[in-house]
């Protein structure tokens, strides 16, 4: 034992620690009382969707929700798709690719769709033997956030400057 540790043990025959209040009955009675009911949230995030479903139709974007079945098949690839080690898909994009600390290094990256000068557009990290996959490209529509109301598989028909494309989007809860 130091000198530093046998002075602080000597010392605590000199101190008297602060009484901690008993406060078991105040945190029971708060936890009989009903939380108050907060229906004002889901009014208030509806009419956020609807103004947010406006102004994406202001600027040229239609986003149609409707439940659809789970998409069946194999996707068909993405042009010039192709895997590559993460360090070299960083090299081979021109934006950040971020990995999710919870997810680790992904099992598989595929680059795909280059442009004319050769960077590749899109970036797919593919985690638990395929599963989980997390795709980011560049360019436009996103960064976004689409709320939907109840998990399920959902169609997105996306429409903006003359083009059109439709997302098959499977949502679970977070429990799922």
């Known amino acids: 034992?130091?000198?530093?540790?046998?002075?602080?043990?000597?010392l605590t025959g000199w101190l008297e620690p602060a009484r901690?209040?008993?406060?078991?009955?105040?945190?029971?009675?708060?936890?009989?009382?009903?939380?108050?009911?907060?229906?004002?949230?889901?009014?208030l995030a509806a009419a956020l969707a609807g103004a947010v479903t406006g102004l994406l139709r202001f600027s040229g974007i239609v986003m149609d929700t409707a439940p659809a079945p789970p998409p069946t098949g194999t996707p068909s690839p993405l042009p010039a798709q192709h895997q590559v080690a993460l360090a070299e898909a960083q090299r081979q994009v021109r934006f950040p690719i971020r990995v999710p600390a919870r997810l680790g290094v992904p099992e598989r990256v595929l680059v795909a769709d280059p442009d004319g000068a050769g960077a590749h557009r899109v970036v797919s990290l593919l985690h638990r033997g395929g599963t989980v996959r997390l795709d980011a490209f560049d360019g436009w529509p996103g960064p976004s956030i689409v709320d939907?109301?109840?998990?399920?598989?959902?169609?997105l028909r996306l429409d903006w400057s003359g083009r059109t494309d439709m997302i098959d989007l499977v949502y679970r809860p977070a429990s799922g």
């Open 148 to 155: 939907l109301p109840a998990a399920g598989c959902w169609r």
């Open 20 to 43: 901690t209040p008993d406060v078991t009955a105040r945190v029971r009675a708060r936890l009989d009382t009903p939380a108050p009911r907060r229906r004002w949230r889901y009014v």
């Open 1 to 10: 034992m130091d000198d530093l540790e046998r002075e602080l043990r000597e």
